[in-house]
């Protein structure tokens, strides 16, 4: 899948799960539930210890999966090398952007600010990761789209299946979703993450 491919596909199906796990194997069964449940969209974050071991094991999966927590080009370039499809920061940083440019790998860095986004922009990333997204509200995107009016922006963080509908509603091009299905892991294991994410993605039919 090429970079607008990926792109393309974030933007369709509109939920990226954000899985942070403590241990490959738990990583793992998170996305292997959130998959299950519908989200096609995975967001495999480098504070799991054991990184690569997640990805050898979802060789072949029929899903996009990036690397999240991404903080230098060494990482990013690692991710990639492991099968990364798309590069996720918490803000922005120029190396990033210009490694996952030489690969053609999209980068969605987190920006809080126009003067970040504008910055990110100009850098030839396509989705801006509002990050965290809890510290507004979705009329924020609105706002944003008065001077840039053609960012595309992907909320992520105090994203929940009660407010998701309204991001997207307010011009947000997908959402990124993590708490509710850690917490379904600890209370229920692969099934509960796997109902979890069902709730999710009845919210986009």
């Known amino acids: 899948m090429g970079k607008q491919e990926t792109i393309q596909h974030i933007k369709d199906t509109k939920l990226v799960a954000v899985i942070r796990g403590e241990s490959p194997e738990e990583a793992t069964s998170l996305i292997k539930g959130s998959v299950a449940g519908g989200i096609a969209s995975i967001e495999l974050t480098y504070t799991t210890p054991y990184v690569e071991d997640v990805f050898k094991a979802l060789r072949g999966e029929n899903i996009v999966i990036g690397a999240g927590t991404v903080l230098d080009p060494e990482t990013a370039r690692h991710a990639i090398l492991q099968g990364a499809q798309f590069i996720v920061s918490p803000s922005f940083n120029a190396d990033i952007a210009t490694l996952c440019n030489r690969y053609t790998i999209p980068y969605l860095p987190g920006c809080m600010s126009l003067k970040e986004m ?33 960012a595309q922006i992907m909320p992520t963080g105090g994203i929940n299946a009660d407010n998701l509908e309204e991001w997207l509603q307010a011009g947000a091009v997908a959402v990124g979703i993590g708490s509710d299905l850690n917490r379904a892991y600890a209370a229920g294991g692969v099934e509960a993450v796997t109902e979890a994410a069902r709730v999710y993605s009845a919210k986009l039919q």
């Open 118 to 150: 504008v910055t990110a922009l100009e850098s030839g990333c396509d989705i801006l990761k509002l990050f965290p997204a809890n510290n507004f509200t979705p009329k924020f995107i609105g706002a944003v789209k008065g001077p840039l009016p053609y």
